[in-house]
Structures are given as C-alpha cells and as structure tokens.
C-alpha cells in the first residue's frame, strides 16, 4: 500500500538487490508465470517473503538473507503482476493469497511461515483467512486491513489525486485503484485467525499506529511490535523486520 510515498525507497533497494539476489525461478500457477528466487538449506523450514504493492522479491532481499542464514529454506516472490511477472488487467489481494497458496502445494511446502511487507502482510492475513491450516505463523509489516487504515491526510491526497486523474480522463493504474478498494477485511474475520501472528509498523509508518493495534486485538494471541524511529518500510529493507520475526518464531535463542 501506499505506493506513491516509498516508490524511490523501493528503487533504490530493488538497484541494490540486483548483486545480492540469488538466483531466479519461474513457475506456472494458478494461470500465471510466476517468478520467485530462493536462499537457504533445502532441508530447513519453509519460509515465504511477500513484497510490497508495485515492488518485487528483490525488496526482500535482506530479509530472505538473514532467515536464510538462521536455517530456513526461503522462497521470495514476485506477486501477481509485479517484478518480472508480466502486468494483469485488474488486482485483487484474495487472488495474490491464492496464488501463494497454489505455489506452497506446487512446491509442497510443509506450514511455512510467512513474512509480509506493506501489501504482502495483507496478502499473508487473507492466505491466513482462505487457507486456514497451511502456514505455520504470519508476521506483518505496515499492514492495513481496510483502505482508509493509512494516515488520513496521506489517504485524503491519495484519493484526491486519483479523482483529479479520473476527472483529467487519465486511466488510474490497476494497482493503485485496489489500493483504493482493499481490502475489506472485518474484525470478525480476524478473529478467526488462530496461527500465531506478530504485527509489525513503524513509529512513522503509513498505516495508522490505531489500525495496526486494532488487527493486534482482533487476532487472539497475536504480538504487535512498534519499531521505535522506523517509518514505513525501513525495518524491512534493512532486514531488521525478519530477525524481529525470527525472535517471535524462537524466544529461546
């Protein structure tokens, strides 16, 4: 979500990635060529990182290093229409969890856990939703659960921006309108969520400091962490968001 304030943010790191990001796959999914890169021990636990809206697994890259350097066996992808993939007509956040879906039992990965950034923590909440019972625990980064869980003034220009496109009869980006649209997750829904599930944002972030508390209340048993001086996608970019979700995964160590 919130696309337009951390574009150059995601540049950046996707032009850094390019020397540091293993080697790419491509897999056929649910109607769609998929690419997706992995790192890690083929024998450890699988584990999932999702990108943000407009970006691609490259932006994960510091987070698949550093769970791939604690033992898991980890598989970043590009979401559907995104990176390397080729563009679709319109986007929906339930298709995207399908699709994580149809790549964990292409892969036949037992229970990942899954770390999402931006859109792809609300793309591992809907994977929780429609696909109870194959994944092992969610960590969300930035989340929002309804369109309007951003900052009120950000969400305000958001809109206004694309109802002064609309009205130029300019095309509004499929992206940008599901952004506008999703989701549309209920409290009700939340609470259905039994997996462990550590709720992450930014002391600056773009998603209100209340609506991220308010996913944290209505998934039971859910940790929710506030990253003192981070802002929307620091703590990911910089791989501080895994180690914090390998921590949640092992207190012990």
């Known amino acids: 979500m919130a696309r337009i304030t951390f574009i150059l943010l995601i540049a950046l790191v996707s032009f850094i990635g390019l020397a540091q990001t293993p080697a790419d ?4 999914i649910n109607g769609i060529t998929t690419h997706y890169t ?3 021990p083929d024998t450890g636990p699988a584990a ?8 691609s697994y490259r932006d994960m890259a510091e987070a698949t290093a550093v769970m791939a350097e604690a033992g898991y066996h980890v ?17 929906h956040y339930v298709d995207m969890a399908h699709d994580v879906n149809a790549f964990i039992e292409a892969l036949r990965l037992q229970q990942p856990v899954v770390l999402g950034f931006s859109d792809g923590g609300i793309i591992a909440i809907e994977l929780a939703l429609l696909h109870p019972g194959k994944v092992k625990a969610i960590a969300t980064c ?11 003034q950000l969400f305000a220009q958001f809109k206004q921006s694309v109802d002064d496109a609309i009205r130029a009869g300019k095309q509004v980006p499929a992206l940008t309108k599901m952004m506008l649209d999703e989701p549309n997750i209920t409290a009700e829904q939340l609470q259905t969520i039994s997996i462990p599930a550590l709720i992450m944002a930014g002391e600056n972030d773009l998603v209100t400091l209340d609506h991220t508390a308010h996913i944290h209340r209505c998934i ?3 940790t929710m962490l506030i990253l003192g001086g981070e802002d929307h ?5 910089s791989g501080k968001a895994a180690r914090h979700f390998l921590h949640f995964l092992h207190p012990e160590k």
């Open 38 to 40: 992995t790192a890690g």
């Open 233 to 237: 996608g620091s703590y990911v970019l």
């Open 220 to 222: 039971k048993g859910s």
């Open 48 to 55: 999932i990182m999702i990108h943000g809206n407009g970006g």
């Open 25 to 28: 796959h491509v897999i056929a």
């Open 142 to 152: 930035g989340a929002n659960v309804q369109p309007d869980g951003i900052q009120p």
């Open 75 to 91: 598989f970043a992808l590009d979401s559907r229409g995104q990176g390397q993939n080729a563009p679709v007509s319109e986007y």
